[in-house]
């Protein structure tokens, strides 16, 4: 079974700082998709940013940059030049291949302070 | 382009009581999904449908929980009766569904019911 970890549950980091949130997974299959979705107070869940298991190169969004490692299965997310607007819950989430169901992880609720 | 929608936005009810939620997805989106999210964790999907057909019903509790599509658009979740473990937010998402393996389709989420069972 596929699973998806969040070992931080809260963080927080002062505007315009740099902010990693880690994510580890699991699963058996090697086709599979990492996501990371941020869910504001007014509960909307948006994509963050995607990253195919096939590809070696690191996905970019903007200020939103991923560290990919595979064979650690880890996933984490790096947000540079925090905002007051990226104060959000973070959800990592896996769906692959075997399963095709989308696993969340329990969350990481940041906080950027003024 | 507008985005997932649902109705309502907060429901609070009694135990054994009825409710239903509505969704309509994005134009042009053949998969559909309702999640169910406790406080303090992630989504949880309860049922996928790939225009009117279920897909995957595995993790919905048959014995409250009912959902429909009937023309493959919007949907209704139903629960009967609630119980004080429904309280929750559903959240419904969709994604595009075309290909062979939908699953590489990125879902869209809409702003969630917040239910309160008291």
């Known amino acids: 079974a596929q699973t998806v970890t969040q070992s931080q549950p809260e963080m927080s980091v002062q505007e315009a700082e740099t902010v990693t949130l880690s994510c580890t997974y699991d699963?058996?299959?090697?086709?599979?998709?990492l996501f990371w979705y941020k869910q504001p107070p007014s509960r909307q869940m948006i994509l963050v940013i995607r990253?195919?298991?096939?590809?070696?190169q690191n996905a970019t969004e903007n200020r939103f940059s991923v560290n990919f490692q595979k064979a650690a299965k880890s996933f984490s997310l790096k947000i540079s030049d925090s905002q007051l607007g990226d104060t959000a819950m973070y959800f990592c989430?896996?769906?692959?291949?075997?399963?095709?169901?989308?696993?969340f992880g329990t969350g990481t609720r940041l906080t950027i302070i003024p | 382009e507008a985005g997932v929608a649902q109705s309502p936005r907060y429901k609070i009810i009694e135990k054994r009581q009825s409710v239903a939620f509505w969704c309509n997805p994005i134009?042009?989106?053949?998969?559909l999904y309702w999640y169910q999210q406790i406080l303090g964790q992630g989504p949880k999907l309860l049922i996928q449908?790939?225009?009117?057909?279920?897909?995957?019903d595995s993790q919905l509790p048959k014995d409250r929980f009912s959902a429909e599509r009937l023309k493959g658009v919007d949907s209704t979740l139903k629960i009967q009766p609630a119980k004080l473990e429904d309280s929750a937010v559903y959240l419904c998402?969709?994604?595009?569904?075309?290909?062979?393996?939908?699953?590489?389709?990125?879902?869209?989420f809409g702003p969630g019911t917040r239910l309160t069972v008291l």
């Open positions: 998402a969709s994604s595009l569904g075309a290909g062979t393996s939908g699953f590489t389709d990125t879902q869209y």
């Open positions: 990253q195919e298991a096939y590809k070696q």
């Open positions: 134009s042009g989106h053949a998969t």
């Open positions: 449908f790939q225009n009117n057909g279920v897909v995957d």
């Open positions: 699963t058996s299959e090697n086709n599979y998709y």
């Open positions: 989430a896996l769906i692959d291949f075997g399963n095709e169901k989308l696993t």
